[in-house]
């Protein structure tokens, strides 16, 4: 295992509501100096829920994108409050965005997505066992809730509004680990 670059500085450059950045001056163990800049998001991360409606249907989200300015088909996720664990966090995220609950929740796997620049963790939670029990969310309007069939795996990878990585990453790990349970 290497050993990681020595932090020799760093310091904010810039920062919003959603992130901050951080440009850190680091040595290498082969003496190289180099600058890098993250991004660092605020909290513990993030989960994403895989709601399985049965051992051949997931539950997604049809929601509006700022980032593609589009809609996009997603399962549903959101930020880890502080002081919160992922696995409640996922519960209280499915209530909100899709009026389910779970009975019981597995963790899959947990992501990063752009480790180069981007200090952020998406845990992906399956839930199973759904029953209804809504919270109130956060989102500006009235998430569509869009039954996937898992046999049809390969017409739902095809849908142009599937381009999220998070979303199709978790959607092939919920995919096995069903067909594993069967």
Do not use: W
Request: with cysteine; net charge negative.
């Amino acid at each position: 295992m290497k050993k990681k670059p020595e932090i020799l500085d760093s310091k904010i450059i810039a920062s919003s509501r959603l992130f901050t950045i951080e440009q850190m001056s680091l040595e290498f163990s082969n003496g190289e100096q180099r600058d890098y800049e993250r991004i660092i998001a605020p909290g513990a991360g993030a989960v994403l829920i895989v709601p399985v409606a049965s051992k051949s249907q997931v539950l997604m989200i049809r929601e509006y994108s700022a980032g593609t300015h589009r809609y996009e088909l997603l399962f549903p996720k959101g930020k880890i409050d502080a002081g919160e664990d992922f696995m409640a966090a996922a519960n209280r995220e499915l209530m909100e965005e899709l009026g389910y609950a779970a009975g019981r929740l597995s963790h899959i796997h947990s992501m990063t997505i752009a480790p180069g620049y981007l200090d952020f963790t998406t845990h992906i939670i399956l839930a199973e066992e759904l029953y209804q029990q809504k919270l109130e969310g956060d989102e500006p309007e009235p998430l569509e809730i869009v039954t996937c069939e898992l046999n049809h795996f390969n017409d739902l990878l095809k849908n142009p509004e599937l381009t999220e990585a998070r979303s199709i990453a978790a959607l092939y790990m919920a995919r096995d680990y069903l067909m594993m349970q069967q």
